[in-house]
């Protein structure tokens, strides 16, 4: 059993910074790679970036090429996205997601595991 936690979101003014960070629990944290997505009300879940297994690759949507940066840390079960310079378009919850299958995947139904998401909101 994998759980995922999210943590570090809250208020945050947009130009400034944010790290979120998403703890795994469970089964061996290096068997999976890991996915930030976002969502807000109405909107289908989007694929933010991605982190192989063992951080040697990374994946990012055109749309947060520049603005997020991820990493992972397996020695502390643990994957980080910082975002900089965070526009109010970025208010979202957040989610961490872990996959079994292709990284490159951006389809939310192709993971295994989900975190229950922090909410970000950028003010102006």
């Known amino acids: 059993q994998v759980q995922l936690v999210e943590s570090g979101g809250g208020l945050v003014q947009a130009g400034g910074s944010l790290r979120l960070s998403c703890a795994a629990s469970g089964r061996s944290f290096s068997s999976y790679f890991v996915s930030w997505f976002r969502q807000v009300p109405g909107k289908e879940r989007e694929f933010v970036s991605a982190v192989s297994r063992i951080g040697g690759a990374i994946i990012h949507a055109d749309s947060a090429k520049g603005r997020f940066t991820i990493s992972r840390d397996n020695a502390k079960n643990a994957v980080y996205l910082q975002t900089n310079s965070p526009k109010p378009a970025g208010t979202a919850v957040y989610y961490c997601?872990?996959?079994?299958?292709?990284?490159?995947?951006?389809?939310?139904?192709?993971?295994?595991?989900w975190g229950q998401g922090t909410k970000v909101t950028v003010s102006s």
């Open positions: 997601a872990g996959g079994h299958g292709n990284m490159s995947t951006r389809s939310p139904d192709e993971y295994n595991y």
